[in-house]
C-alpha cells in the first residue's frame, strides 16, 4: 500500500474493511484471515497503476467482487482469495506460477480458469458465443470458477453506468442472454434477478424507470392486501406454536416487465402478482412434516387450485430448490401463490445449492440434481462436434428448461427436461439403449418414440438390434444429450458410406489410369454438381452417379487432365472458425470505426438497409449489423432480435447515428384504441392532414361492443414528428392510449 495515494488508501482500506466484515462468518481460523490479507495486498500491489472507467482505484473492483461472493452466494475463503485475484495474471504481472508458489494449486487452476475465459471483456471484437464456450469449458474443472465469473459480471453491471452507451448495451444484451441464465441453472436467485434487472435499466431505461415508478406508487396498496392475507395464519401459525417469518414481496421489474411484453397485458393487470412466502425455523428432521403443516393451515383458511400443487421438498428441483408452493384464492376472488419453506431451503433458493453444500470448504452435502447436470454437460462438451451456436443454443435449453421426474422399470427416478420424449429417456440410459431403440412401454402401454413423458411415468424402452439412428428423430429429441448422440451416429453412418464410395471412385481412376489430385477432385465436385467431394462418394456409393461421364471426358482429351485453369484446392466447407463477414468487418471498419451517419448519402460510401423486424425511423437508438448477404441492417436497439443478435455476434455490432435533417420520410405505424364515438375518425384524419402535414398510408379501424382499435400507417421525419403526431391523437376525446407498433 505504500505507494498508493494519501485519498485513494482511504477508499480501498475502507473497501477492504467491508469485506472483512461481510466475510467474519467464514473465516474459521487466523488461517483463513491471513490467506484473505495476502490475496488483497497481492492483487492491491498488482493493480495500483490501474484504474476503473469510473476513476476509482482498480483493486476496488476485485475486492467488491469477493465480497459479492461471499456475502450473495455464500462462497468460502479459496473463492474470495481468488476474487480478489481473479484479473492479476490478465491484466498484471503476476503469472499463474506465483499463484501456486504464493497460494496454492487449487487457486491456480482456478485463477487459470478465470483467465481463460477473461477475453470475454474484450467486448468490442470478441464473438461472444466462443468465449462462452470457452467458460463452458471450463465448468467441469471447478465450478467456483463460473460463481466468480458471476460475481464480476454482476459487479460489472453495477458499474455500468461509466462505460459507453454502446458497450453497455453489448453487456446487457449478453448479460441477459447467457448470464442471467446461467445464474438461474446454478441456482443463485437473487444474483439473477438482479442481473435481469440491471440489464433491462440499460437496455430499456424508460420502461424500466416506468415500471419502477409505478411499483412504488402501488406499494401501499399491495401492503395492505399482504397484511390482510397474512393476517389469520399468521395468528394460527403462533398458536401452533411454530416459529417463522412471513414475506410478500412483488414480482422484480424484470419480471413484470416481461409478462407485459410476452402476455401483452399492461401493468395495471399484473401489479399486484406477488407470492407470500412462509419461511420456518425448524430442525432438519422436521422439516417436511413441518411444511405440510402449514400447508394444512393456509388451505384452512383459503381454497388451493388443485393443479397448482408443487411439491419441491419431497423431490427437489435439478438447481437444487426445494420448497412446497400452492396457489390459493384470497376473499377478493385473487389468486395468490404461496410459498412454504425453511432457512435453510430459503438460503439455497436465494445463493444457489452448489455454494451452500459443495464449495463452503465443508464436507457434507447430499446427491444432487446439480452434479447430475454438471455431468451431463460435461457430457455435452465431450461429444459436441458441432458449431459453437448450436453449442449454445443446446446449453441454453438446458439452463432454464423446467424438469421432470420419471421412473425406470426398476423404480429408479430419473430427472428429464419438460417435453422429453421416449426416446430422450432412452438416450439418457445409455447411448446404446438410444440408438437402437425402436419404442417404449410407457405405465405399460406401448407409446412411439415420440411420445412425449410426464411427470411420474414408468418408462420402459424396446430395443432392436436392426435399428439406426434417423435423421427425422432430431425433430422430437429435447435433451442435448440425444441429439449430439443421433448428429453423431448419422455423420458417422454417412462418412461410412462415403468412404465405401470412395473406394469405387478410385478403383474407376484407377482403370482409367487418371491420379486423384485435387484438381481432379475439383473438376469432379464441378462435373457432378454436389456440394463437396464426401457428398460425390456418398452419392457414388447409393449409386446415384453415372460414373461411366468419367470415361467419356477422358476420352475427349478432357478436363480431368487439367489443361483448363483450375483453383488449387478444392472448395470445401469452410471451418467453423472463419465467418464471411469477417472480410466486411475490416472493409467497413467496424472494429474500431467512425459511427456511420445515417441519412446523409454523400458522406459515406456505405450501404445500408433498415431492418424490417423493427423498421427504424430517425431519431431512434438503433445500431448496425453486418449481415452476410444483404450488407448492413440497421435495427432499432430495442428490436426484438436486438439482444441475440449482439449475444451471439457483438463483434458484426456497428455503431450508427442518424444525421438531424429532414430529407426523407419513413413510414410507422400507430395503434390506438378508445371508447366508440361518432366523429372521433373524423378528428383524427383532421389533426393528421391539416395540422400534422402528415402523409398518411392506411387507416384502419375496427370496432367490437363499443371499444374500437385503429392503425394508422404515416410517413413521418423522424420520432420528434411521430411524437406530435402521436401526442395530437391522444388529445382526442374519447381516445384511451396511443402507441407506435413498429
Ligand atoms: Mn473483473
Not at 173 to 196: C, D, I, M, Q
Request: net charge neutral; hydrophobic share 35%.
Amino acid at each position: 500500500m505504500a505507494e498508493y495515494s494519501e485519498s485513494d488508501k482511504k477508499i480501498i482500506l475502507n473497501a477492504y474493511r467491508g469485506l472483512l466484515k461481510a466475510t467474519k462468518k467464514i473465516r474459521k481460523t487466523a488461517d483463513d484471515t491471513a490467506r484473505i490479507r495476502k490475496a488483497f495486498n497481492v492483487a492491491a500491489d498488482a493493480h495500483m497503476s490501474m484504474r476503473r472507467k469510473s476513476g476509482e482505484p482498480y483493486i476496488t473492483h476485485p475486492i467488491a467482487v469477493a465480497r459479492i461472493c461471499a456475502e450473495e452466494i455464500g462462497l468460502g475463503v479459496t473463492s474470495i482469495v481468488c476474487a480478489l485475484l481473479h484479473d492479476t495474471v490478465e491484466d498484471t504481472e503476476i503469472t499463474l506460477d506465483d499463484i501456486e508458489s504464493l497460494f496454492g494449486k487449487k487457486e491456480r487452476n482456478i485463477i487459470d480458469g478465470l483467465t481463460k475465459i477473461s477475453g470475454v471483456f474484450d467486448f468490442s471484437t470478441s464473438d461472444q458465443a466462443e468465449n462462452f464456450r470457452k467458460m463452458i469449458l471450463t465448468l467441469p474443472d471447478d465450478v467456483r470458477v463460473i460463481f466468480i465469473k458471476l460475481a464480476d459480471r454482476l459487479h460489472n453491471m453495477r458499474t455500468l453506468d461509466s462505460m459507453r452507451k454502446d458497450k453497455q448495451l453489448k453487456i446487457a444484451s449478453e448479460t441477459l442472454f447467457l448470464y442471467a441464465p446461467l445464474a438461474h441453472r446454478l441456482g443463485v436467485n437473487t444474483v439473477k434477478t438482479e442481473l435481469e434487472n440491471l440489464a433491462l435499466k440499460f437496455k430499456e431505461p424508460e420502461e424500466y424507470e416506468d415500471i419502477q415508478g409505478k411499483l412504488k406508487k402501488t406499494n401501499d396498496v399491495r401492503t395492505r392486501f399482504i397484511n390482510a392475507f397474512i393476517e389469520p395464519i399468521k395468528k394460527e401459525l403462533e398458536k401452533q406454536g411454530l416459529n417463522f417469518t412471513i414475506k410478500g414481496r412483488p414480482k422484480s421489474i424484470f419480471s413484470i416487465w416481461n409478462k407485459i411484453h410476452k402476455k401483452h397485458v399492461a401493468f395495471e393487470e399484473i401489479y399486484d402478482l406477488f407470492a407470500i412466502r412462509i419461511i420456518l425455523d425448524t430442525p432438519l428432521e422436521q422439516e417436511k412434516a413441518d411444511c405440510w403443516k402449514v400447508y394444512s393451515i393456509v388451505t384452512d383458511f383459503y381454497r388451493p387450485n388443485p393443479d397448482r400443487l408443487r411439491d419441491w421438498i419431497t423431490t427437489p428441483r435439478g438447481n437444487g430448490y426445494e420448497s412446497l408452493h400452492t396457489t390459493v384464492m384470497s376473499p377478493s376472488g385473487k389468486w395468490v401463490e404461496v410459498q412454504i419453506r425453511t432457512e435453510r431451503m430459503d438460503e439455497i433458493a436465494e445463493k444457489g445449492l452448489a455454494a451452500h453444500w459443495k464449495y463452503k470448504e465443508s464436507k457434507g452435502g447430499k446427491e444432487n440434481g446439480f452434479d447430475n447436470w454438471i455431468n451431463k454437460i460435461r457430457d455435452l462438451i465431450e461429444n459436441n462436434h458441432a458449431n459453437t451456436l448450436e453449442f449454445i443454443d443446446d446449453f441454453k435449453l438446458s439452463l432454464y428448461a423446467e424438469e421432470i421426474y420419471v421412473f425406470t422399470p426398476k423404480g429408479e427416478l430419473k430427472m428429464l427436461p419438460a417435453k422429453a420424449t421416449a426416446l430422450d429417456f432412452a438416450f439418457d440410459i445409455h447411448t446404446d439403449v438410444g440408438k437402437k431403440c425402436i419404442g417404449a412401454k410407457v405405465n405399460h402401454k406401448l407409446v412411439p418414440l415420440s411420445h412425449e413423458l410426464k411427470s411420474g411415468d414408468q418408462v420402459e424402452i424396446i430395443t432392436s438390434n436392426k435399428q439406426v439412428p434417423k435423421e427425422a428423430w432430431l425433430n422430437f429429441v429435447v435433451t442435448s444429450r440425444a441429439k449430439s448422440k443421433i448428429k453423431q451416429s448419422i455423420k458417422e453412418a454417412y462418412n461410412q458410406v462415403a468412404e465405401e464410395g470412395k473406394e469405387i471412385l478410385m478403383r474407376k481412376l484407377k482403370h482409367l489410369k487418371v491420379p486423384l489430385t485435387d484438381k481432379a477432385i475439383y473438376e469432379l465436385v464441378k462435373l457432378y454438381d454436389t456440394k463437396n467431394f464426401p457428398e460425390l462418394n456418398y452419392l457414388i456409393a447409393k449409386g446415384k452417379i453415372d460414373l461411366s461421364k468419367i470415361k467419356t471426358i477422358v476420352e475427349k482429351g478432357g478436363e480431368l487432365n487439367y489443361k483448363k485453369e483450375a483453383p488449387e484446392v478444392v472448395k470445401e466447407e469452410k471451418p467453423e472458425s472463419s465467418d464471411p463477414t469477417n472480410d466486411l468487418i475490416t472493409n467497413f471498419g467496424g472494429k474500431s470505426g467512425e459511427a456511420i451517419i445515417l441519412g446523409d448519402d454523400n458522406l459515406n460510401q456505405v450501404d445500408y438497409t433498415f431492418a424490417k423486424c423493427c423498421s427504424p425511423i430517425p431519431g431512434d437508438d438503433v445500431f448496425g449489423f453486418i449481415t452476410i448477404k444483404d450488407g448492413i441492417k440497421i435495427h432499432r436497439n430495442n428490436c426484438p432480435n436486438a439482444t441475440q443478435l449482439m449475444a451471439h455476434y457483438a463483434y458484426r455490432v456497428l455503431k450508427v447515428q442518424w444525421k438531424s435533417q429532414k430529407l426523407k420520410e419513413f413510414s410507422a405505424e400507430i395503434t390506438f384504441t378508445g371508447i366508440d364515438n361518432i366523429g372521433v375518425l373524423h378528428s383524427i384524419t383532421t389533426i393528421i392532414t391539416n395540422n400534422l402535414n402528415i402523409n398518411m398510408q392506411s387507416l384502419n379501424i375496427g370496432s367490437n361492443d363499443g371499444v374500437f382499435e385503429g392503425k394508422i400507417k404515416a410517413l413521418v421525419y423522424d420520432t420528434t414528428h411521430l411524437d406530435q403526431l402521436i401526442n395530437s391523437i391522444k388529445q382526442v376525446e374519447g381516445i384511451n392510449e396511443v402507441k407506435r407498433t413498429s
